[in-house]
């Protein structure tokens, strides 16, 4: 049960952190439990909880919430939950075309959150420019912002600081808004690559312990992976572990920026949607996504929605795309939970069924039968919980290792 934690506090050695960080992992996921549900759910002795739970309310980590219940011999529980007052963290989710921004508590609470278009801005730094002026606005509103933490897409280089984007506008490689944010508050600031966070987030969201790997397909503006094995984020020697947008499925197919061929964003993602429409538009005189000036994917979305057969056909087809990149995933990482996430899940119960048809066909019944397809709704905010709580992690650690 130990090796759940994720804090990045723990030290494997230091049996009271891994316990300390068992029990706020918990928390994190319930929200308010009692002691008596705490020592049920970490296999610790009701003494130990104890214990445990008074040396963390004494370190401000956990408060008491009130009483939740009592039984008829008169006995209170307790409830306990993450103490707010360790303050709130910026999230900052980077996309190809978007950034958003909200503002969080401990406890998963989110108090702002807006979106900036980067196509406002000529550069990254001056669309890092705007970000860094609202973060200080934000700085001067929340005087117990923390830290800040940030999603990148990848594939990202975690030594070296560098997002290497591919099919972009923009000159991502020489982007650095680690050091623009450090340089300019005196905020610590977290990065983690967007898939990452968006598998963490799950994690914390939903009941899925039981699942030995956890594997999230982010399927937004480009494709990409974040994998939990045993409860641990699997990133890989240098950070870029899963980077399945770039897995090639066509070893002739349609050239990548990355420099391989048939890359399996440039198929499913909701760019290569836009560019396949764009490519066979005069094709279709009769097609509803005719009409649009400046077609985007929520164009090819509302024209699905329409029974658009242009429309139907680019996203079937896509969702296809999806169920390969699913096969290829199920094959290098032997997953028994996969959930597929972000934009094209706008596609719903087509791009499950899909998917679902693909890894029947191509999987090993064996092996198909036994992995299990979630999709999560097309509005969740996984990138930027996940975030948020990525660097809430890091306070809890600091204040769990100034105290030790
Ligand atoms: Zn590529």
């Known amino acids: 049960m130990i090796e759940k934690s994720l804090y990045h ?15 706020l992992d918990i928390l994190r996921k319930r929200g308010v439990c009692s002691r ?57 989710c980077f996309s190809r075309t978007f950034i958003k921004i909200a503002i969080f508590d401990i406890n998963g609470r989110v108090y702002n959150n807006i979106t900036v278009q980067l196509g406002h801005f000529k550069t990254l730094d001056d669309a890092m420019l705007h970000v860094l002026d609202l973060v200080k606005e934000y700085v001067v509103a929340f005087p117990d912002i923390k830290a800040i933490g940030i999603a990148l897409p990848g594939p990202y280089l975690r030594q070296s600081r560098q997002i290497t984007v591919a099919d972009s506008s923009f000159n ?23 898939a990452d966070a968006a598998v963490l987030s799950y994690r914390w969201r939903n009941d899925v312990d039981s699942y030995k790997t956890l594997t999230y397909m982010l399927l937004g503006e480009g494709v990409g992976a974040g994998i939990v094995i045993d409860g641990k984020l699997f990133e890989g020697s240098f950070g870029t572990a899963a980077e399945i947008g770039h897995m090639s499925i066509d070893v002739k197919g349609i050239p990548c920026s990355c420099g391989n061929r048939g890359c399996l964003e440039r198929y499913c993602s909701t760019s290569a949607i836009v560019e396949k429409a764009k490519r066979v538009l005069n094709r279709h005189p009769d097609s509803g996504l005719n009409q649009y000036k400046e077609l985007t994917y929520y164009d090819i979305f509302n024209e ?20 390969y990149g699913v096969v290829n995933l199920i094959n290098a990482y032997n997953p028994d939970l996969i959930v597929l996430g972000n934009i094209m899940c706008r596609s719903g119960v087509v ?50 290792s100034s105290n030790s």
């Not at 506090?9 to 029990?23: I, P, R």
């Not at 008074?54 to 307790?78: A, V, W």
């Not at 680019?314 to 296809?320: L, S, T």
């Not at 090993?364 to 036994?370: G, M, N, S, T, V």
């Open 9 to 23: 506090g723990a030290k494997n050695n230091d049996l009271t952190q891994m316990n300390s960080a068992l029990l």
């Open 172 to 194: 991502w490689f020489a982007f650095r808004p680690q050091e623009i944010l450090e340089e300019n508050l005196n905020l610590p600031v977290y990065p983690i690559h967007d």
């Open 351 to 400: 791009l499950l069924n899909k998917v679902n048809e693909v890894v029947h066909e191509r999987i090993i019944p064996e092996i198909a039968d036994k992995v299990e397809i979630r999709m999560e709704p097309q509005e969740s905010d996984s990138i930027l919980y996940g975030c948020a709580m990525n660097s809430v992690d890091y306070i809890i650690s600091n204040a769990l």
């Open 36 to 92: 008596v549900e705490l020592a049920k759910e970490t296999g610790l002795t009701q003494a130990g909880i104890t214990k445990l739970v008074s040396s963390l309310i004494e370190q401000q980590i956990l408060k008491e919430t009130g009483i939740l219940s009592q039984n008829e011999r008169g006995r209170k529980s307790i409830g306990l939950q993450l103490n707010d007052e360790l303050g709130k963290v910026v999230s900052i």
């Open 304 to 323: 699905f929605d329409k029974m658009d057969p242009l429309a139907t056909s680019i996203i079937n087809e896509a969702c296809e795309y999806i169920g």
